[in-house]
């Protein structure tokens, strides 16, 4: 790599995605992003873990080819990774897809090996969140949580502690402001 | 030193503030003010207002009182019960029926509180997935995969995969069965009809029920209760037939007659009389674990000699103890935690009833049907420090030192508003801070979009009274000094002012002349907290909004001039600005 940047931190995609030069993503034709996404540097995406179990409806199958799933307006923080979530099952080792819907904040150091996450769901910074975790939408995982693997978060959740609890409820007036519209427009190319 | 982030707390007008407050330490109440309400400042550090502010997202508006409703001054309503892991709806009249936990295959880990996953004994160890279970054979356990506990552990294991809460419900710990309520209760009729009359000593000697019950047995809790409810139940209906009192002996607490009864069992000791149940009006207790009592001797020396062996590492901590139903002394007595319920609910005005916040039914959408937030009709304070501050210095505020601060007011309405801010010169408290807003009233522009704003500007400038405009290219150029009754910046719907701080000095030995009068009546240490600059800031919002209030915040502003009428909503807030040095 060359000491200096000549060209700005991010690439942007046709669709309005924000791509760090700096980060890690691996499998990159595994990978969907919706569109105005930032991916910050140093961020680790795994797209090549893909599901090597074979599916067993029909329908399923041509979502093989996909392990990371993500929407639009989401933020990748720096650091923080994004690995499809993996087990034994019958004897055979497979990853699983994972997906992420919009306007999903994801907080520096923070690693992600959930099945699903939901729309609107602030995740802070070093935050664990384990195997086949579900993560519906309205959620805020506080700094340094662990959620355990299999856990599922009901909407409207404040979810805080090793392993994760709920700790509180999502206020009426909190849902606005976890729209990351304004967070995307703030990012500049410098 | 944690960094701090300045934070703005809404005061809800429900609190009752003329009840005078006493501080920890403090000898007397305080005298009564004798201050109007205008004049008295509101204290932040007093031990009631911790109560009484939130943040503006935790606040609702009523429309038809026309007041700010925090979660204190509101009413709950349940819409739906669910259960927050397998996310299925719960009828209430199962709540009602069942309990408050889900009864289907939803637990927590008894260790850790992690959910816990079924997972077959033959399946690889390390299977994860709960939801594969069905195509495995028995016998199946309950894994954590946070801390690796296993119900094995507790000598717990299932036939079948689903329905794990019926069939946790018939294992003891240890894998023993529970025999049912039902069963009991067959036993206990047959008892009576077998051995009504005789003694107790003969009663339990001969006891031959059919399935066997052991009057020394140890029951656990449940059975306990069942048996022990049962008994009394039995007891009140013999020593007061139901015709005389007219309760039907279930729950039939009531009447006076009833209470004097239950007040008679622990006055009238009924010990020393063996043959007191044949008289009336006396009842006797219970006497065996077929009755519900459990006289447990030995519980007392297993539970030392089980310490003795295994130590203090076999106990159960509080926390975990919490989480159970029942005495559980040993983790080997813990037993996996059925998930509580989570509701889904609507909110009304204390007041006058009118709903403020209701959500879809359905547990799975997360739309409203009504949401009234604060957030829609009152001004947002957002706080920042005016000069920049460098990643290298200090995050504290300097003691004596002044400071400014940039208030940015954005509101929220259709129509245009006029914010009048008061503070003390100093605020309350032994370390009091001098406190000056620059620009205590202006005018913020109405929440039109940037199309009608456009139209505005081209027809009237009356919504902003004449005031002089400043472009953010203006204020970052020119002036760089903030002056006195002036906006410091000003957009479509928001404005920013500035307000000078100088913090306190917290050092207690300072020279007397410098001292509070409050310090002077209470010297000691810095208390916890005191470090923390807080701004009490009285604002007064007055606009004219459109008659009828139903959609003064929401509807289409503008439209109709006609029918129009002036508005006020005036409260507390407190602002945190930072910390001060101690050093
Ligand atoms: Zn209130
Ligand atoms: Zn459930
Ligand atoms: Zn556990
Ligand atoms: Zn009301």
Redesign the interface.
Known sequence: MSKKQPKGEYIETDTGNKVSRRSQIIGTTNIILGGKTVIQAEVIIRGDLLRTYPASNPSEKQGNTVAVAIGRYCFFSRGCELRPPGKLYKGQFSHYPLKIADHVFVGPSSIIEAALIGSHVNIGSNVVVGKFAIIKDYVRILDGSVVPPNMVIPSFSVVAGRPARVVGEIAEGEVDGMDLREVYRAVGNG | MASFTPYTYFQCPCTDTSTPTRNLGDEQPPETEENSDDERTFDPRAPRSNYSLYP?????YCEDCHQIRCPRCVLDEIVTW?C????FEVPSSTVKSEGNRCTRSCFQCPI????L?VSSLEA?P?????E?ASQQNGPFVLN????MWSSKETGIQFEKPNGIFAQLAKIKNGGEPILTAKDRRKDREERKRDFSGSSAAEESQENEAPINLDPNERLDPESQFSNLKAFYQTQMAESSPVSALGFTGDYGYGSPGALSRIMGLYTGGSYADKKSKTKSGTMREARDALEGLQIDPLSDEDAINKLRTEGWESTASAEQRHEQTTHTPFLSDLRPVAYLL?TKRS?RCKTCRHIL?KPESK??T?R?RI?L???NYIPSIIIKPLQPILPTASPLLAPLNPVQFLLTFKNPLFDSVKVTLATPAKTPGRFPTKVTVLCPQFEVGANTDVWDEALRDNNTKSSLSGEKRRTKAEASEGQHQAEAGKVWERGRNWVSVVVEVVPPSLRIEDSEWLKSEEMKRDGGEVRDGEEVVEIPVFVRVEWEGEVGGEDSGLGGGGKDKEVREKRELAYWCVLGLGKVDVD
Request: overall charge positive; glycine content about 6%; aromatic content about 10%.
């Open positions: 503006l997202e935790h606040l609702f669910y927050p892991n397998c996310l850790c509180v992690a959910p996953s690889p390390e299977g994860l997935g709960a594969l954590c995969a946070y801390c989570r909110k916040s547990v799975q997360t409203f949401r937030v604060a957030l």
